[in-house]
């Protein structure tokens, strides 16, 4: 059974920048095929996916974002790392990692809320 | 990017209603498609995966098609827990979009 959850602040500063941490067990990135993405929903709107990394260390990212988001592993710890600079009050969301399957996404973790405020 | 349309933005149904929801990707994306539910304050919870495979565990009511550009989602006979929001993705190039979701309302 794969689990993730998500950790970090709930609230940031405007130009500050945000960390959130995913802590995944039940799989490994370190199993070729594997990847953890991370996805974004500002309160009663769409899904927005940001970046994903995989057990090669491959990574992308959303390029409406880049040059704001970074995707790190810690495959020791079991935990991808997602940073992303210069929050705006309209970052302000739900921010959600998930296990990816193939090309798809499940499980997802419960989701961490942040709010970007002064 | 590739935009995914979604149709209708919200629907209202009754318990034991067939309803169908559609999406259309703005280029062809063969199969690379998948839907999620999605029940408020909760998770995405992947229901179909490349355009009509059923996820383990998913109820058989639930069922997709399509492939190009314009897929469905249908569910046969709606159950009470059925009322949520359902999200297209696409998985064919990144960046991976999404649709901008359907309400289903009773």
């Known amino acids: 059974q794969f689990t993730l959850k998500e950790s970090g602040p709930s609230v940031v500063k405007p130009t500050q920048t945000l960390t959130l941490t995913c802590t995944f067990s039940g799989f490994s990135l370190t199993t070729p095929g594997v990847g953890v993405g991370w996805i974004r929903q500002p309160p009663g709107k769409a899904l927005e996916w940001l970046a994903v990394?995989?057990?090669?260390?491959?990574?992308r990212y959303s390029p409406s974002l880049k040059g704001r988001l970074t995707i790190m592993k810690d495959t020791a710890k079991n935990q991808v790392v997602l940073t992303m600079s210069n929050m705006d009050p309209l970052d302000t969301g739900t921010y959600f990692c998930a296990h990816r399957l193939g090309s798809w996404f499940e499980p997802w973790g419960q989701g961490a809320p942040v709010t970007v405020s002064s | 990017d590739i935009q995914m349309t979604q149709s209708p933005s919200s629907v209202s149904a009754s318990v034991g209603d067939r309803v169908t929801i559609t999406c259309r990707a703005s280029q062809d994306i063969s199969n690379w498609l998948a839907w999620y539910q999605q029940r408020p304050g909760k998770a995405p919870k992947l229901l179909i995966y490349a355009a009509s495979s059923l996820y383990g565990g998913v109820p058989s009511r639930f069922s997709g098609g399509g492939s190009g550009t314009d897929f469905t989602l249908t569910i046969s006979s709606l159950q009470p827990e059925d009322f949520a929001t359902y999200y297209c993705q696409q998985a064919n190039t990144y960046p991976f979009t999404f649709g901008q979701g359907t309400r289903l309302e009773i």
């Open positions: 990394i995989y057990w090669d260390d491959d990574k």
